[in-house]
């Protein structure tokens, strides 16, 4: 099996920063996309960043040029990190790996627990 946790959620002012970080863990192949996702109640689990193994990004609109993920292979870690956040940025954020391989050659889709953000003053 192949676990994902999220941390580093909480409470911030508007125009401050987050740093979301995604432990991936378990029986481990490879992981080649990976993925933050948003919710907010009521509402579907939108895309917001996705990051390949090699590096290549993908955000959605509404985060360009305020959010970036990256990602360290050796360690299995993804991060999100959010600047400039928005009241509009409060959710709670997934951490996803549609294909996680595992050691026994199983492709698995897996999504983290999820860490909520709250931008308030």
């Known amino acids: 099996q192949v676990q994902l946790v999220e941390s580093g959620g909480g409470l911030v002012q508007p125009g401050g920063s987050l740093r979301l970080s995604c432990a991936a863990s378990g029986s481990i192949f490879s992981i080649n996309t990976m993925a933050w996702y948003r919710q907010t109640p009521g509402k579907q689990r939108d895309l917001v960043a996705t990051i390949t193994r090699g590096g290549s990004t993908n955000y959605a609109d509404s985060v360009k040029g305020r959010f970036t993920i990256s990602r360290d292979n050796a360690k299995n870690m993804v991060y999100l990190q959010m600047n400039s956040l928005k009241p509009e940025d409060t959710a709670v954020y997934y951490c996803?790996?549609?294909?996680?391989?595992?050691?026994?050659?199983?492709?698995?889709?897996?999504w983290g627990q999820g860490t909520l953000v709250t931008v308030s003053s």
């Open positions: 996803y790996a549609p294909r996680a391989v595992t050691t026994s050659q199983r492709v698995l889709e897996v």
